[in-house]
């Protein structure tokens, strides 16, 4: 399997765990020791991946209401064979959020070591 098909393979892997809130998933994609950042507030924020976790595992999935996927890889870029940032779109309910990935392959494969992500917009309910 090439590089690129791997990687596709993990921001797949990506979409449908937080697409289904599926805890068996985001723990396959996600390295334990992984942090998540934002400045939306205006001060930057940092969650240790458990605390994401708690959230996920909290949260009524977007497959659960049948909702339609919206999920997009805007830009790959390779730093190395074993480390590339992805960044993408995702729909997650009303939310539209926009998340850089930071992905390094290990004996376990591609895993996401650090995410920075910012609502970019909350759509209207239908």
């Not at 690129?4 to 797949?12: F, H």
């Not at 480390?83 to 992905?103: E, G, S, W």
């Not at 996401?112 to 239908?126: D, G, N, Q, T």
Request: charged share 25%.
């Amino acid at each position: 399997m090439s590089r690129d098909t791997e990687l596709l393979n993990a921001i797949q892997t990506y979409f449908d765990a937080l697409y289904a809130c599926d805890l068996s998933l985001f723990d396959h994609i996600f390295h334990p020791a992984c942090s998540l950042f934002d400045a939306d507030e205006g001060a930057i924020t940092v969650d240790p991946i458990a605390d994401y976790r708690q959230v996920i595992a909290r949260r009524e999935s977007p497959a659960s209401r049948s909702q339609d996927r919206e999920d997009e890889i805007i830009l790959i870029d390779w730093l190395s064979p074993a480390a590339a940032t992805v960044k993408v779109r995702l729909r997650i309910h009303a939310n539209i959020f926009i998340d850089h990935l930071c992905f390094v392959k290990g004996i376990d494969g591609w895993r996401i070591v650090a995410k920075v992500w910012h609502l970019e917009s909350v759509r209207a309910s239908s």
